[in-house]
């Protein structure tokens, strides 16, 4: 069976920006496969001769970038698909607006954000409200253990199914 593959590399480079951009995929695979249902057997007992052909087509897929891959025999035409979105590329989690950019030129906080940063700069990391964990948990009611799982279980089912009758 033969191959043949084509591959694509883009690259870019914004040297006034220091952006720089690369990619490499593999965009075509041609390859020779036998065809079914296709082949040719013929015997001669008497001449004891043996004659075999099989058919071949050449089978086409094409990958691209945005996620789209073409496949089919050549000549044949070819059936289109949409792939599942994967993370092609790494994207950052965090990028700031302007690396290096002065204090002028840098967007203002939001208003929402400067109120919170005042008002835990005015509290300096207090909670005036702060309470133990032993004071929260005498708040909540008390834990009953189960003395047999399957009684909780039976309970639970009788009240489902009696509220299922009450409509």
């Known amino acids: 069976m033969a191959t043949a593959e084509l591959s694509c590399q883009v690259s870019e480079e914004d040297r006034e920006r220091r952006e720089a951009f690369w990619a490499e995929w593999k965009d075509l695979t041609l390859s020779t496969r036998p065809e079914e249902g296709c082949s040719l057997h013929e015997e001669d007992a008497q001449r004891h001769e043996t004659y075999h052909q099989q058919g071949q087509c050449q089978a086409l897929v094409q990958c691209s970038p945005w996620l789209v891959m073409r496949m089919g ?9 949409l792939l599942p979105y994967q ?5 950052p ?27 835990e700069t005015a509290l300096g990391g207090q909670c005036m409200e702060r309470q133990d964990v032993a004071e929260i948990t005498k708040q909540l009611p008390p834990v009953v253990p189960v003395s047999k799982p399957g009684a909780l279980r039976r309970s639970l089912s009788r009240s489902m199914s009696q509220e299922a009758q009450r409509g």
């Open 73 to 81: 025999i050549l000549g044949r035409g070819l059936q289109e698909y």
């Open 87 to 91: 993370r092609v590329l790494p994207l």
């Open 93 to 119: 989690i965090f990028t700031p607006a302007k690396m290096g950019a002065t204090k002028e030129e840098r967007e203002d906080t939001p208003i929402q954000l400067q109120e919170l940063l005042a008002l």
